[in-house]
């Protein structure tokens, strides 16, 4: 058996083990919809629930590993098994956030901002 926080650093699914244990920590990790500490251990045929933003992504466990593996041979070990709804409010958030900030908008650059101190005379 394998820890969860390990499991989702081994097969890709967070970017470093401490990633992955502050998700579990933060309720947004789900082992067959109950919320799991770090430590809980994971099995093979279980499915892993993550919240990220506005969708859950969900993983079936194929296999269970002792390494990290690279990110050619993840599929062998979990399988996607999002629904089309959760992954289509995934991409509304990103076209969200894209419109919500576009170039040119937002903090002024450094570029900018010695411009206005031009224009005020400073």
């Known amino acids: ?15 470093s083990r401490s990633v992955a244990t502050e998700l ?10 109950k919320e799991v500490k770090p ?6 045929k279980q499915v892993i629930s993550i919240k ?3 969708a859950i ?16 041979l993840v599929d062998q070990f979990v399988k996607n ?3 089309e709804i959760e992954l289509e409010k995934f991409r509304l958030y990103q076209l969200a956030q894209k419109e919500y900030r576009s170039s040119g908008f937002g903090k002024p650059t450094t570029r900018d901002r010695r411009q206005l101190r031009r224009l005020k005379g400073k």
Do not use: H
């Not at 579990?24 to 919809?33: L, Q, R």
């Not at 430590?39 to 093979?44: R, T």
């Open 1 to 15: 058996m394998t820890r969860i926080d390990k499991f989702l650093w081994f097969v890709r699914l967070s970017k």
């Open 39 to 44: 430590s809980a251990e994971v099995k093979p």
């Open 57 to 72: 992504f969900q993983y079936k466990i194929l296999q269970l590993l002792d390494n990290r593996v690279s990110a050619k």
């Open 24 to 33: 579990c920590k933060s309720g947004k990790v789900f082992v067959d919809n």
């Open 81 to 83: 098994i999002t629904t």
């Open 52 to 54: 990220q933003n506005a």
